[in-house]
């Protein structure tokens, strides 16, 4: 289980708990802080005595990159599962996912759930209303699969670690679009965890349509990450494109290349396959390509 932390005290043991609890597997958690100045290295040592935990304190790397190292310090193992600091997991939740896992003929494979939204001691239900679809083309420019929900296999695990990304948008978004573009992702639309809602987010913070749509707009007017998709496109095929199949390297040059003419542009933007899953959500993606923001 690998965990990164970041000034996490006030949920930290909460979630630690849970973790230890799981049932019917064999549970290892790993630690990397990503430069706490609160109590959450008293916490990780307090754990790390009682022979609970192994922790190790690294520079502040951002979450998405701080949890990449995690995968690149991890022992060999059969599964690997992310965890964040401040939610609370199902008891049955590593157990649910291994067996999913093991009933596919696949090596490189990824689960990933439903997550259930938890704020001030009341859940408000999951964060998709239904099995969200996915494939090659949508997982360029849409993320299904929160991080916190995820275990995967050791072979995923080692395709990551063969080639680090440089710079990602988000480590769950990374992982994701390499489990589907090269092997197996299994979706449980069951809920799996307590997904804790609070001011402190890094992602995550439920809001309404009305919300979205503002934040929308202030990206489309913003310089910040105007080109996050593209530029996870192009680390796609800088650090695996000779181990994707020719079909996958179509794919993701298509979002990668998108800028390089307005032919290409256009061929983006009325391309149906490339979707966000709705149609509000379908009218955005077209407005960050003609703009040339995706």
């Keep these: 289980m690998l965990l990164s932390t970041y000034n996490g005290e006030k949920f930290l043991e909460e979630q630690l708990e849970s973790i230890i609890a799981q049932e019917g597997v064999a549970v290892d958690i790993l630690v990397r802080d990503d430069g706490s100045n609160d109590g959450t290295c008293h916490i990780l040592d307090r754990w790390q005595d009682d022979g609970k935990l192994r922790w190790y304190k690294g520079g502040n790397l951002g979450f998405a990159l701080s949890f990449i190292d995690l995968v690149l310090k991890a022992p060999e193992y059969d599964y690997y599962a992310f965890c964040d600091q401040d939610d609370v997991w199902f008891s049955d939740k590593l157990k649910r996912a291994v067996c999913k896992l093991e009933a596919i003929d696949e090596d490189i494979k990824l689960y990933c759930s439903n997550v259930e939204y938890y704020k001030n001691g009341q859940t408000y239900g999951g964060i998709h209303k239904a099995i969200p679809y996915f494939d090659k083309y949508t997982c360029l420019v849409r993320n299904i699969a929160p991080g916190?929900?995820?275990?995967?296999?050791?072979?995923?695990?080692?395709?990551?670690?063969?080639?680090?990304?440089?710079?990602?948008?988000?480590?769950?978004?990374?992982?994701?679009?390499?489990?589907?573009?090269?092997?197996?992702?299994v979706y449980d639309f069951e809920p799996s965890m307590l997904y804790r809602q609070h001011e402190n987010n890094q992602i995550g913070q439920k809001t309404s349509r009305v919300e979205i749509w503002k934040r929308r707009v202030k990206n489309l007017?913003?310089?910040?990450?105007?080109?996050?998709?593209?530029?996870?496109?192009?680390?796609?095929?800088?650090?695996?494109?000779?181990?994707?199949?020719?079909?996958?390297?179509?794919?993701?040059?298509?979002?990668?290349?998108?800028?390089?003419?307005?032919?290409?542009?256009?061929?983006?933007?009325?391309?149906?396959?490339?979707?966000?899953?709705?149609?509000?959500?379908?009218?955005?993606?077209?407005?960050?390509v003609l703009s040339s923001r995706l």
């Design 221 to 288: 007017c913003s310089d910040a990450n105007r080109h996050d998709r593209e530029d996870q496109a192009k680390e796609l095929l800088w650090c695996h494109t000779a181990v994707m199949s020719e079909d996958s390297r179509s794919i993701v040059s298509k979002v990668a290349e998108y800028r390089s003419s307005l032919a290409k542009r256009f061929a983006l933007m009325i391309d149906g396959q490339y979707s966000m899953g709705d149609i509000t959500g379908d009218i955005y993606l077209k407005l960050r």
């Design 148 to 185: 916190c929900s995820m275990v995967f296999s050791s072979a995923l695990r080692d395709l990551i670690a063969s080639a680090p990304p440089r710079k990602i948008i988000a480590h769950d978004f990374w992982i994701f679009q390499l489990a589907v573009l090269m092997g197996k992702v």
